[in-house]
């Protein structure tokens, strides 16, 4: 079956821009996750869905990065005035249930310039 | 806040010799964890897992690791690897105290040399 997948893999964009990476889970999976991972680092958690609502969203920076997933399935990851600084590769996974295998995504290379 | 160590950031290892990557993590309460791998141009995948039962567990290509609760452990060990073993191991504890969070460790990159 379709595993996790992301796009745009790659996104360049300038310094204030907005953008907007989209996430679209393994089909029936209720968790899903957003993290950041710089080089030579970790995976950095962002956020935690369990169906529509965030249930953990204690990783998101600042208030410039925003997530939703309105219906459960597809997830998008916003990042209002961008900075040099959220360069960044973002991944997304999602899982049956919280505490079980995560399922990643490609990522998203994200470049500010 | 609950915090991964993964003691060694690179592993140089001659084909064949053991192998053990070492993970520790801050607080046992309520945590599940696991090892991923990424192998080189590909995405992060599980390797194996501890949720609950018996201690040690395994995987499919040799690898085991052990939740040792009192040392906040969870190394991983191979007896024998493999040139197809080079790879970017990362240890993570999943826990539901104060939210539910997955925390990575910063990786160990494992190369196994001819």
């Known amino acids: 079956g379709a595993g996790v997948s992301q796009t745009p893999s790659n996104k360049v964009t300038e310094k204030g821009k907005y953008v907007e990476l989209r996430c679209d889970p393994i089909s029936g999976h209720t968790a899903l996750y957003w993290y950041r991972q710089s080089l030579g680092q970790g995976p950095e958690f962002l956020i935690y869905?369990?169906?529509?609502?965030?249930?953990?969203d204690s990783g998101l920076p600042n208030d410039r990065f925003f997530a939703v997933r309105p219906e459960g399935s597809v997830s998008t990851l916003k990042i209002q005035r961008t900075e040099r600084g959220d360069s960044a590769v973002y991944l997304c996974?999602?899982?049956?249930?919280?505490?079980?295998?995560?399922?990643f995504g490609p990522g998203t290379r994200l470049t500010v310039l | 806040a609950q915090s991964v160590t993964q003691l060694d950031s690179q592993v140089p290892v001659f084909e064949e010799a053991p192998v053990e990557l070492r993970c520790n993590y801050s607080?046992?309460?309520?945590?599940?964890l696991f090892w991923y791998v990424q192998y080189p141009n590909q995405g992060l995948q599980l390797l194996l897992k501890y949720l609950s039962g018996s201690t040690l567990v395994e995987s499919i290509n040799g690898f085991e690791a052990e939740f040792n609760k009192s040392q906040t452990s969870f190394h991983l060990r191979k007896p024998s690897v493999h040139i197809s073993d080079t790879a970017e191991y990362f240890c993570?504890?999943?826990?539901?105290?104060?939210?539910?969070?997955?925390?990575f460790g910063a990786g160990t990159r494992l190369f196994v040399k001819a």
């Open positions: 869905f369990q169906g529509t609502g965030a249930a953990d």
């Open positions: 607080s046992s309460v309520s945590v599940y």
């Open positions: 993570a504890v999943s826990t539901n105290t104060g939210g539910f969070k997955t925390i």
């Open positions: 996974a999602s899982s049956l249930i919280w505490g079980d295998t995560q399922y």
